[in-house]
């Protein structure tokens, strides 16, 4: 698809609605550094909110106190009127479920987030342990921060204490994530060049070091079914990993400069990559063919000149959870909003310095974390999502794409029309 000038089109372009902001208070040092905000989660039953603060703190907040907040008290300052209204839990746990505020000092600077909830008939794959330190029931929800030291520290929500300390990476910490399915497997990617699976129901134990990348990694990030893991990283590098067997399935070949972010779609079946080189790549992950291209520069930079201009360069990617919008950040201090079948964005809106976005767990809100402000640094900003009701088709497709890989679907006794609808081909 073609890219369009942001100077020209954007005009034309509705612009999101802010819903809020969490600012973050002032910095205790006097020095910049270490004030980014490189990580924003929401927990999968959408029951809280976290963001990397900077200096070493991550924040905690109950997301639907938050979302009160933001209608009572207007957009502004948030993190400050929330800090006074929220209960703070009890010391003895007697509140577990009851969601509260937590303020969490990591001990270093934090580059990553990834929330963790617990299925009990998901036993841990080390099946010969007859004691663990851990029983992590049906309510557990943990939280792993991955540092600059290379430390994994797990945290439990409920009460903000410290569980785990996993410490086999050596350098950066670059990002985290959960197997959707329950297990508490966790990946971590690093730029010690590995990806290193965990498995937390087995007292964090680590599993296995996956290799393959020939430089830093910036990003990981589970199929729905999580039984596959896509890797990026420096050097073009976009990898599929079989997580049963711990074992590459391909590489995926065509962005000219390093992948910074990637997810995949709600049925699994499209998978989304961001890179310096100034586009969004929409791939079909079964097959490994490139089905849509958004641009952020007009005309888009030919492989000679892969970076394009820096100012550019995208940061960051989200699926939404209808399987029909994507969202991206770029440094030229815009969030877009795009439709997977339309050559241009839906929605913008404004961000200066943006690192990180994330859509909520009910995909009505995008919140995108920031990198050195003049004034508010560390912070987070909330817009309203594009909003449409589904196709009855779309939903059909979404169905049988969850069960179905792009082989399967192609061998189908249906007209080829179809075929190429489910395939995300038109």
């Not at 509140?95 to 580059?111: L, R």
């Not at 409920?158 to 350098?171: C, R, V």
Request: proline share 5%; hydrophobic share 40%; glycine share 8%.
């Amino acid at each position: 698809m073609a890219s369009f000038p942001p100077t020209v089109n954007e005009k034309l372009i509705a612009r999101s609605r802010t819903v809020g902001e969490l600012l973050a208070p002032t910095s205790p040092f006097d020095k910049k550094c270490g004030r980014e905000n490189w990580t924003v989660a929401f927990a999968p039953d959408g029951s809280y909110f976290a963001w990397s603060q900077g200096h070493r703190i991550v924040k905690l907040v109950p997301w639907s106190q938050c979302l009160n907040n933001f209608l009572l008290h207007g957009t502004k300052n948030v993190a400050n009127s929330i800090s006074t209204r929220l209960p703070r839990q009890n010391s003895d746990g007697g509140q577990k479920n009851k969601p509260c505020e937590h303020i969490i000092d990591c001990g270093d600077i934090v580059w990553s987030l990834a929330f963790g909830s617990s299925v009990p008939e998901k036993q841990s794959r080390c099946v010969n342990i007859e004691w663990h330190r851990f029983k992590f029931g049906q309510d557990q929800l943990l939280l792993a921060t991955g540092l600059n030291n290379g430390r994994i520290k797990i945290w439990d929500v409920y009460t903000g204490k410290l569980l785990l300390n996993l410490m086999d990476h050596t350098e950066v910490v670059r990002d985290l994530t959960f197997a959707p399915d329950g297990s508490l497997i966790l990946v971590s990617a690093s730029r010690d060049k590995t990806l290193r699976v965990w498995d937390l129901k087995d007292d964090g134990n680590m599993m296995k070091v996956l290799r393959g990348h020939q430089n830093w990694v910036y990003g990981c990030a589970f199929s729905p079914d999580s039984s596959v893991l896509c890797s990026v990283g420096a050097s073009k590098a976009v990898f599929l990993w079989d997580m049963d067997k711990y074992s590459m399935i391909r590489k995926l070949e065509g962005h000219h400069n390093d992948v910074v972010a990637c997810e995949f779609s709600p049925d699994g079946a499209l998978l989304a990559t961001a890179s310096y080189d100034t586009r969004v790549y929409v791939w079909d992950p079964h097959i490994g063919v490139i089905l849509m291209e958004f641009g952020h520069l007009f005309p888009p930079p030919t492989p000679i000149f892969a970076g394009g201009a820096n100012d550019r360069w995208v940061r960051s990617v989200s699926f939404s959870h209808d399987g029909l919008h994507i969202a991206s950040l770029a440094d030229d201090k815009m969030v877009r909003f795009w439709r997977i079948d339309e050559e241009y964005p839906v929605q913008v809106a404004p961000l200066n310095n943006g690192l990180c976005c994330t859509f909520s767990t009910d995909g009505s809100v995008l919140a995108a974390g920031q990198v050195y402000g003049l004034t508010q640094d560390g912070s987070v900003f909330f817009w309203a999502t594009p909003r449409q009701v589904s196709s009855l088709q779309h939903l059909c497709r979404m169905a049988i794409r969850r069960v179905m890989p792009t082989s399967q679907v192609k061998n189908l006794p249906i007209p080829s029309k179809v075929v190429e609808f489910l395939c995300y081909q038109i």
